[in-house]
């Protein structure tokens, strides 16, 4: 008995009782306790032998509600929960949801904060493309590889932490500015990452892109054709490695982005090894963006000068009513945004990280909607796995990167 | 054009576009959008207005399709509204397959059922999970925190939420 999903040119055939030799079909139950599902990602597959027939993603294990507690919290407290839905690249999300308030209440933060906020989003793509070449080594078999990117990832992290005090949650990006401006060793730790970063990523691309156990692992493994991946709404080096040139940041840019020079990462082959090759270079643009962003950081403030939504410095408390009245106000009951919806999206490591938002006119958001790249990118699984066997299928869901976070928020 | 007759208001947000449709056209309405070049289905989503104090709405749930035309770089918000206890609407994921786990996702947030969905079950919540958490008058929780403004909201229904 076949089953058969249709959706405009696409058709996935399921085999629900046979398979090819008579046979019956096997169903196997992958996690969500499973150190190769990236998180805790539950997929039901129904096996012919060693082939797959059928892939059933069974989500819902992370879901934390962030979306209800956004409204709970008022403007200025919900930017906490952003970071945690995509953990992987919190301060993108922080931007998301920043840039989605500040269109809301019409505001426009200074030139120094764009930068700093480019700086923060470019060591976050940095930092989570990392995670995904370390961990998809790690399932492969290729174990250094996690070493070596934790390494560099753990200089990310320091910066992380000596420019907001957190190391992977910052929420350093705020609607109206940044937590706080980068110290003078923050800067200094940029530029050393600046100059020893290309050689890591030349590290990593000597152990694998070459090797031909990573090649005959990825080379034409999951296949997602540009009409698949476009159909299925993945987005981010999904798309680019099947060759759709589209990049938030240069398509629909933001915060700054239209005046850096960089390249968009792109491949024709539509397989694993595409993908992996877009992310090396999404890594290595990554860093000539940081090194243009730390040349060009202009001096000034990092927030905007407007008393009705960040609060005054605490010197000014001791001196005048009006500022008092405004931190009250503030740390009461928040500032409201006028009443309107709005979407944002931003380019995170694994796509399109979007915020949208619906405001009531009060002090606390309507709605909070994330629109999370995993959660499509993890449709495409399906299409890409038909017919393989379970080690592609390893490697098929190392490149979907998927963070359980963001689907399931 | 056909989208043209079945738009019946629009405007700009904070400089994004949208038009409103009614709910008993969004699938002929959202084809013919697609056919114009909006292509890619970025997200869909509710949004429950319950005891909205900023404005009047048709309806207590609204329907967001965020369309986006690739091409030439243009976003289109598409809104319909809904009322009822479980209200209803066609599906569109034949036109646009991510709307297949949006649309489960929208049901099993706010309750509103998609006709013609092969299959509408709860995606985040457990299987057996009764009530639909996005919905206003489902309350927050959490642990009350004495004498705070909301220890009142997050545990009660409508007009303080």
Known sequence: ?409 | MIAEELITDRGQSAGDEWVTVDAAQIYRALSSLKDEGYTVLVFLTCVDHLADPSREFPGRFELVYQLRDMDQLRDLRVRTFLDGESPEIESVHELFPPANWDERETYDMFGINFSGHPNLTRILMPDDWVGHPLRRDFPVGGEIVEFSEEHDTWNTAPEKA
Not at chain 1, 209 to 221: C, E, G, H, K, Y
Not at chain 1, 223 to 247: C, F, Y
Not at chain 1, 248 to 261: A, F, I, Q, V
Not at chain 1, 352 to 364: A, L, P, R
């Open chain 1, 1 to 409: 008995m076949d089953t058969q999903q249709k959706a405009q040119g696409m058709t996935i055939t399921r085999e629900q009782d046979h398979g090819a030799f008579g046979g019956q079909l096997l169903t196997v139950n992958f996690g969500p306790h499973h150190p190769s599902t990236h998180g805790v990602l539950r997929l039901v597959v129904d096996l012919d032998g060693e082939q797959i027939r059928s892939v059933r993603p069974v989500i819902g294990y992370l879901h934390t509600g962030i979306e209800k507690q956004a409204e709970a919290l008022r403007w200025q407290q919900a930017v906490v929960v952003t970071d945690r839905h995509d953990y992987l690249s919190p301060p993108i999300n922080n931007l998301a949801y920043a840039l989605a308030v500040e269109r809301l209440l019409g505001i426009d933060v200074p030139e120094r904060a764009k930068v700093l906020r480019v700086i923060m989003s470019e060591l976050t793509r940095l930092s989570s493309h990392l995670v995904w070449l370390g961990t998809s080594g790690i399932e492969l078999g290729a174990m250094s590889v996690l070493m070596y990117c934790f390494r560099e990832r753990d200089t990310i992290l320091d910066m992380n932490e000596e420019i907001s005090g957190f190391r992977m949650h910052t929420s350093y990006i705020r609607p109206g500015g940044v937590m706080a401006d980068a110290t003078p060793r923050f800067l200094d730790m940029l530029g050393k990452f600046i100059v020893e970063m290309p050689k890591r990523i030349d590290e990593y691309e000597d152990l694998l892109t070459a090797n031909p156990i990573f090649r005959s692992r990825l080379i034409d493994v999951g296949i997602l054709t540009a009409e698949q991946a476009k159909l299925l709404g993945a987005t981010g080096p999904m798309l680019r490695g099947s060759g759709v040139n589209w990049d938030l940041r240069k398509n629909m840019p933001y915060s700054g982005y239209e005046g850096y020079d960089f390249e968009v990462a792109l491949s024709d082959r539509c397989d694993c090894y595409g993908r992996y090759l877009v992310r090396i270079k999404e890594m290595r643009e990554s860093v000539k963006i940081l090194e243009q962003a730390l040349n060009r950081l202009p001096d000034g403030p990092v927030n905007v000068d407007d008393r009705k939504i960040l609060p005054p410095p605490r010197e000014e408390l001791e001196t005048s009513m009006e500022a008092v009245i405004h931190h009250f106000k503030l740390f009461t009951e928040g500032y409201t945004v006028p009443p309107g919806d709005v979407y944002q999206a931003v380019e995170s490591g694994r796509g399109e990280n979007g915020c949208y938002i619906s405001s009531d006119g009060t002090h606390k958001p309507r709605r909070v909607k994330f629109r999370a790249a995993s959660f499509y990118n993890l449709q495409t699984v399906e299409p890409m796995s038909l017919g393989r066997m379970i080690a592609d299928f390893i490697a098929i869901i190392g490149t979907a990167d998927t963070v359980l976070g963001d689907v399931d928020r």
